[in-house]
């Protein structure tokens, strides 16, 4: 501490001062007695002190050998993604607690009190978004659709920890009551055996639904899929169909084969006449990258020349988000804006990344040139990855997406909870989902 913290600001309270002299006016023996008690004092302190050490020394001495020897409880957290590509998934559980083991000893027994998931479901919420049972992550493709918005989400049927993941699906009326609907997709097929990760959904004007989303392969390979609803008059779009053309993409030259996911929703571009979308990734140098992708009709693809955007030293990005707010003053500024709306004066565009590196998510604003495929923050201090967060808790792989019937952009994110993988299982449950937010150029800012 610097003497800059030794001020004479005045406390909200005060003492009445002694009158003066009154210190000098206590009896000396006074002074002698209450110096002689406190010696004392000091003294049989030590006295315990050292009598407490000398017990304790010799109650570990009587321990026997096998408590000596014994191998403390491993504390590195499980790992569940980054083998396989992909983000830490798990909550944070130390490796031994799913089977009640220590390390180096099979026989040790779990926990003795006998939770069930009927005493933890006090835990389960009231308003947030979570299914029924088993782990969740990502929100995925989110959309207004003949009068239902539809959440689709990354799931595992099987159990309350990540793996398996396939598309979970709801709908709702008015993003507070749900209705659960069967599985959207599986992995099924050889381009995303390992998992159907996360997407976005992207409807052109003919009112086609076209979703593209990540697949894990086989053989761990990051490709990019498409999928469309196999009938587009069901208002609950209960059943989708992938394409034969899958997977449409497949890591470009410079890019790991576990580096190149989540799409995000296409925005048309009228100067070349395509549809745009982005993804992330990251360079030989650890600095996260986002690449575009064009298209006309959905089924060639094109990769665009350089980086929409680049940030040094913040690793993967995963989740990239892009869409445009309104700037300029008026009754737009307080709405939601068409993602295909174009750049302009009064019209900024935010990039949004979830951070593998530090699993949060940040956002910038700023100014997206189409000709030359760039993005570029309004205040390079304040970059993807180094300023601006979009929920300071725990909060991550968010996706936004426009209503059009509220003339709104809402956000979705996923709550990893902090519970133990082990509390998780007997729960029966992990994870819900963030309560949608609206973004707009005030809350942007």
């Known amino acids: 501490m610097d003497d800059r913290h030794l001020d004479s600001t005045p406390l909200p309270f005060s003492y009445a001062p002694l009158p003066p002299g009154a210190a000098a006016s206590v009896p000396a023996k006074w002074r002698r007695t209450n110096t002689r008690l406190l010696s004392l004092a000091a003294v049989a302190f030590c006295l315990l002190a050292l009598a ?3 017990s304790s020394d010799r109650r570990n001495a009587r ?13 590195r957290p499980v790992s569940r993604g980054p083998s396989d590509g992909v983000s830490e998934k798990a909550s944070g559980a130390f490796p031994t607690l799913l089977s009640g083991t220590t390390a180096g000893d099979s026989t040790a027994t779990p926990p003795p009190y006998p939770w069930t998931n009927d005493m933890l479901q006090w835990q389960r919420t009231g308003f947030h978004f979570q299914p029924s049972r088993n782990w969740m992550n990502d929100p995925n493709g ?10 689709f989400y990354q799931y595992n049927p099987d159990s309350a920890v990540w793996g398996n993941i396939t598309w979970g699906h709801a709908v709702s009326r008015d993003l507070v009551h749900w209705e659960h609907l069967p599985l959207a997709m ?3 097929r050889w381009y995303d055996r390992l998992g159907v990760w996360t997407g976005s959904a992207t409807i052109i004007p003919t009112g086609q639904i076209i979703m593209l989303y990540t697949g894990s392969t086989n053989e761990s390979v990051q490709v990019q899929n498409m999928a469309v609803p196999a009938d587009p008059s069901d ?19 410079g890019i790991g084969r576990k580096d190149f996911r989540d799409p995000t929703t296409a925005w048309y571009d009228p100067s070349d006449d395509t549809w745009k979308f982005a993804i992330g990734s ?11 992708y064009r298209t006309r009709d959905f089924v060639r693809f094109e990769l665009v ?10 690793g993967m990005w995963e989740c990239v988000d892009f869409f445009p707010v309104a700037v300029a003053e008026g009754p737009e500024a307080a709405e939601g804006m068409e993602t295909s709306a174009v750049a302009g004066p009064g019209v900024k565009h935010v990039l949004k990344a979830s951070m593998d590196d530090d699993r949060h998510d940040y956002y910038a604003i700023g100014t997206y040139d189409a000709a030359t495929n760039t993005w570029r923050p309004e205040d390079e201090r304040m970059d993807v990855g180094f300023g601006l967060r979009y929920d300071w808790g725990k909060f991550y792989a968010s996706k936004a997406f426009y209503d059009p019937a509220r003339r709104r952009r809402v ?14 299982v007997l729960k029966g449950w992990a994870s819900v989902q963030m309560a949608g937010y609206t973004l707009d150029s005030r809350t942007a800012k």
């Open 52 to 54: 407490a050490f000398l």
């Open 63 to 75: 321990q026997p050998d096998s408590y000596a020897t014994s191998s403390p409880v491993a504390s």
């Open 142 to 151: 989110p959309l207004w659709y003949k009068g239902w918005y539809h959440l």
């Open 186 to 188: 599986v992995p099924d």
């Open 235 to 253: 208002p609950l779009l209960k059943t989708w169909v992938k394409s034969d053309s899958n997977p449409v993409l497949a890591p470009p030259p």
């Open 282 to 292: 990251k360079d030989g140098s650890h600095a996260g990258i986002v690449i575009v």
């Open 305 to 314: 020349p350089g980086l929409l955007h680049r940030a040094p030293g913040t």
């Open 411 to 424: 956000l979705w994110g996923w709550i990893g909870e902090t519970d133990s993988e082990r509390a998780d």
